[in-house]
């Protein structure tokens, strides 16, 4: 009869090991995370769009007459974090789509993410605001 370790030979556990951890960091980030909270509907927010991949809502704060958070639905912390380009576009991209199609704002906005503690972020959870209905100073 072979023994398991014969089955899975070291490099394989070693990598399985790493998965389980990597899985339960994650779901302990994401199940401590306000805005993964509110992504899945467990807090209430101002929700203004959704699809599969981002989520966006009105900022208990806000900043201007029209203020948006727009976060990714996948937990990434802080935009440094990142190092998928084509979520970054992704991302972008719904902002511009949010702020032109859904917030109308068409005679313009500001986009801002706060990178760690010194940019001002408060919030772990990537976000990007938008901010308009006024004239922004700089
Ligand atoms: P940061 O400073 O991290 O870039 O931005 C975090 C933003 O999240 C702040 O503008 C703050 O007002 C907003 N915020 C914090 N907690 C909540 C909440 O529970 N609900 C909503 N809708 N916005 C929140
Ligand atoms: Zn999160």
Same mark, same amino acid.
């Given at each position: ?13 070693? /990598? ?40 966006a ?13 727009v ?14 380009? /084509? ?40 976000? /990007? ?10």
């Amino acid at each position: 009869m072979p023994c398991w370790m014969h089955i899975f030979p070291y490099p394989v556990r070693f /990598a399985t090991l790493l998965s389980v951890i990597r899985m339960i960091t994650m779901e302990k980030l994401m199940t401590d995370c306000l805005f993964c909270k509110i992504a899945a509907g467990e807090i209430p927010a101002g929700k203004v769009y959704e699809d599969d991949d981002v989520f966006a809502f009105k900022d208990i704060h806000p900043k201007a007459p029209t203020h948006v958070l727009v976060i990714p639905k996948m937990h990434i912390a802080t935009l440094s974090d990142c190092d998928d380009p /084509a979520m970054l576009g992704m991302l972008m991209d719904r902002v511009g789509t949010i702020a032109d199609d859904v917030l109308q704002l068409a005679a313009g906005y500001r986009v801002v993410i706060n990178v760690r503690a010194g940019g001002g972020q408060e919030v772990f959870h990537l976000h /990007a605001h938008i901010l308009g209905g006024k004239k922004l100073p700089f």
